[in-house]
């Protein structure tokens, strides 16, 4: 059996992967926290007016500022449900990397178990041949 993992060179091009993955799952979910961010600044800065307006100027300025609000709102409700789809997909396939990974990983214990199994064979039989050697040279 051969001393060292066939399948090493494929195990750790499956970890750059998951490591790939992995970043960009975390890109994913910084840009997803920072439209929810975004989000609730326009909305607390939404809910932040003059309490009486004075005059038809200021009464039209709040009503038009409103409306803008209310547009930029609903482009960054759009845009938050888009960065939240690409942080789901980012997740699927960071599942998916680390799964190939996990299979890899148990292929590799196994064979490290089978290689420390077949040194234990080798040094039994070794010690069983100096076991009898000793006790033929006994006998004679």
């Known amino acids: 059996m051969a001393r060292t993992f066939p399948l090493s060179g494929l195990l750790r091009l499956r970890e750059l992967q998951e490591s790939k993955a992995a970043g960009e799952l975390a890109a ?6 920072g439209g929810k961010t ?13 309490e009486y307006p004075v005059d038809a100027a200021t009464m039209l300025a709040v009503a038009a ?18 960065l939240n ?4 997909s980012a997740g699927f396939e960071h599942q998916r990397a680390r799964a190939e990974v996990k299979a890899l990983e ?6 490290a178990t089978a290689l420390r199994l077949e040194d234990l064979g080798r040094e039994q039989a070794l010690l ?12 004679a």
């Open 38 to 50: 975004a989000v609730k600044n326009v909305q607390d800065a939404a809910g932040v007016g003059e």
């Open 65 to 82: 500022s409103r409306a803008s609000t209310s547009g930029m709102l609903l482009e960054l409700n759009a845009l938050v449900e888009t």
């Open 106 to 111: 148990k292929l590799s214990d196994r064979h």
């Open 128 to 139: 069983d041949d100096l076991g009898s050697a000793r006790s033929l040279g006994r006998n």
């Open 85 to 88: 789809e690409a942080a789901q």
């Open 28 to 33: 994913a979910n910084k840009a997803l926290r």
